[in-house]
């Protein structure tokens, strides 16, 4: 299969932002792909080499990727710059000084330029290791982009720089990948009505090794998949409520409540391959926590197990449970890992327990996965890991009892947790299984909200040569759009407007992404990458944002009124952010509130 195949894939997917469309786009992909390829030709479509956990990134440096390009089209680096400058962005650049070599070389090149041929180039570029490896990486880049057509060039540079972004969400792909294997020809079904293969990738979140099965086995071939030592399973999430009578009412009287602790989720593997941590994103961990590493090995030799804890920084003296900054803090660092372990000792709160030895615990009642969890830790605990604070709930008394004590603990609010039947882990998924009610709820705005940023204004006065304020956008996941909800210019320190500035200026774009909706037009975009924690202080109507437009009066949308930034959230990706419709639920509860 040509790689030509895929750029124009790539080129048609990038004209719509239409998400049915786009499905269907990658459907006609998926069926005229042999088997053997698909693995390779999904992986390619994520802008990936595997999945991320795996490690095996791309993202090189504009920089070293433009000397391979330069050198390749013959031109001079000025030159190329120039062309940068005029088309936009690095691939349009490389696209333009290809075609201006003329129609002869086009026809050359491509003859050899397969799906296998980029796929194994790239994979040897991103393994490139040791002294002299930017000179191999020029090599190697160089050998493959003199094989390829303008098209596939545009897209090959944009794969190489880690900026292929196609604004297809994951789901997309499962549910084409679904309707390519899984449905008769030319079958329709109401969109997402049965996620067969999303939910395999819920506890197995291996796009390509699943593409690669369904298309060679179709539905057989999921019948190999599910929770594995060493493979991370997506998240189960909360979702939010503002009062203890509120959450019983939600969850038939009965629940429990856990101390929702502010630290940082890690979900740990255990078994004879030593110990694995991912983090919230899935992404590998491990060496960022030895100390970590070194509990659990202690702790569970001889056992095979999948659990989920918040680890907190905490102050051995007083025992006291220190805010979330310590422990991002210490995530990024890579030199003096040794003093930052003994200055930020971490203990970890064990919250879930997904799999033990050799028995899936995943769809048990919440009460059955506890009791294995407090077996295997024992019930309380001093050392580095203990089960989390949990408390049973049957009144609102004895939950505002319990919500008052987190807090003074120093914890957030609680997370409540569904009990009984329908209680088990939905890896993956936001529902009212789990509840949270975090202390800034019982402030104005009732809670803080995770928003993508999408545009960026130039700052006056004491801000220039920083930003004024900044597009924010909450996720229409049905729709696969980021929607704005406010214009954010309050709560940023000096250093944290200097840091937002050199993040988002190189990801400027030359116009509006395709799935963003918004009745204002900022100074630039930026790509939807950087989620920002915000409080404000209510919810209103608003004529020019687009969050739940229309949903409560027509051509009307939701913003946030006084907006204030609280923090970076660099652990959650765009994907993870508020989505449209909890804001529209927290509108429609301060209106019940007023009442
Ligand atoms: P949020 O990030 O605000 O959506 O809240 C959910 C997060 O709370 C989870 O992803 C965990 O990192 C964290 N958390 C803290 N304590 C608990 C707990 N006891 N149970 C589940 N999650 C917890």
Redesign the pocket.
């Known amino acids: 299969m040509k790689y030509l195949t895929l750029a124009e894939t790539y080129r048609d997917l990038q004209a719509t932002s239409k998400r049915l469309e786009m499905r269907d786009i990658l459907v006609d992909l998926f069926r005229g792909t042999e088997p053997r390829l698909m693995g390779r030709v999904v992986y390619l479509t994520q802008g990936t080499l595997g999945p991320d956990w795996e490690g095996l990134q791309l993202g090189l440096g504009e920089k070293l990727v433009s000397r391979a390009i330069a050198l390749t089209a013959g031109i001079s680096d000025d030159d190329l710059e120039a062309l940068v400058h005029r088309e936009g962005d690095l691939g349009l650049a490389t696209e333009a000084a290809f075609a201006s070599k003329g129609p002869k070389q086009v026809q050359l090149f491509q003859e050899s330029l397969t799906v296998d041929r980029v796929f194994e180039s790239l994979t040897q570029v991103a393994r490139v290791e040791g002294s002299g490896s930017t000179e191999k990486r020029i090599r190697l880049l160089q050998q493959l982009l003199m094989d390829a057509d303008p098209l596939s060039a545009r897209y090959i540079v944009r794969t190489v720089v880690g900026k292929l972004r196609l604004g297809i969400a994951d789901m997309t792909i499962l549910e084409a990948l679904e309707k390519a294997f899984l449905w008769a020809e030319d079958e329709e079904r109401v969109m997402g009505s049965d996620k067969v293969v999303e939910a395999i990738y819920n506890v197995h979140p291996d796009m390509g090794a699943i593409a690669l099965a369904v298309a060679n086995e179709g539905a057989e071939g999921l019948a190999g998949f599910g929770i594995e030592v060493g493979v991370p399973v997506r998240?189960m999430?909360?979702e939010?409520l503002g009062s203890t009578p509120e959450i019983l009412e939600k969850m038939g009287g009965r629940c429990a409540f856990?101390?929702?602790?502010?630290?940082?989720?890690i979900q740990a593997h255990v078994g004879p391959g030593g110990v694995h941590l991912f983090s919230?994103r899935m992404e590998t961990i491990t060496s960022q926590f030895p100390d970590v590493v070194q509990a659990m090995e202690s702790a569970f030799a001889g056992h095979e197990a999948i659990m989920?804890f918040?680890a907190v920084v905490h102050n051995p003296e007083t025992g006291e449970l220190l805010p979330f900054q310590e422990v991002s803090h210490r995530r990024g660092r890579v030199h003096g890992l040794a003093e930052s372990v003994e200055d930020y000792p971490l203990v970890l709160?064990a919250?879930?327990l997904l799999y033990l030895d050799g028995e899936e615990l995943l769809l048990q009642e919440f009460q059955l996965r506890r009791e294995a969890l407090e077996s295997l830790l024992g019930k309380a605990g001093e050392g580095p890991i203990r089960p989390?604070t949990?408390r049973w709930v049957e009144d609102p008394e004895g939950g505002d009892d319990f919500f008052l004590e987190a807090i003074s603990a120093g914890?957030?609010g609680?997370?409540a947790?569904a009990v009984g039947e329908g209680s088990h882990y939905r890896a993956g998924a936001?529902g009212w299984q789990?509840i949270?009610y975090?202390r800034d709820y019982q402030a104005g705005m009732t809670d803080?909200v995770?928003l993508v940023v999408v545009g960026t204004y130039a700052g006056a006065g004491k801000r220039t040569g920083f930003y004024g304020a900044l597009l924010m956008a909450s996720v229409n996941q049905e729709e696969g759009t980021l929607e704005s909800v406010c214009k954010l210019g309050t709560g940023f320190k000096d250093e944290e407007l200097a840091a937002l500035h050199e993040r988002l200026s190189p990801t400027v774009l030359k116009e509006a992404p395709g799935n963003l909706r918004s009745g204002l037009q900022p100074d630039f975009h930026v790509q939807p990458e950087l989620v920002l924690e915000v409080l404000g202080a209510e919810v209103t109507l608003s004529p020019v944002h687009r969050c739940a437009y229309g949903h409560l009066r027509p051509q009307t949308g939701l913003a946030i009124r006084f907006p204030r930034m609280v923090r970076l959230r660099d652990d959650?990706g765009p994907e993870?952010a508020t989505t449209s419709s909890e804001i529209e639920d927290m509108y429609r509860r301060q209106l019940k509130r007023a009442d």
């Open positions: 998240s999430l909360a939010r856990e101390y929702k602790y502010d630290g940082m989720r919230r989920e918040e709160f919250f879930d989390s949990l914890c957030e609680i997370i947790k936001r789990w949270k975090k803080t995770d959650k993870e």
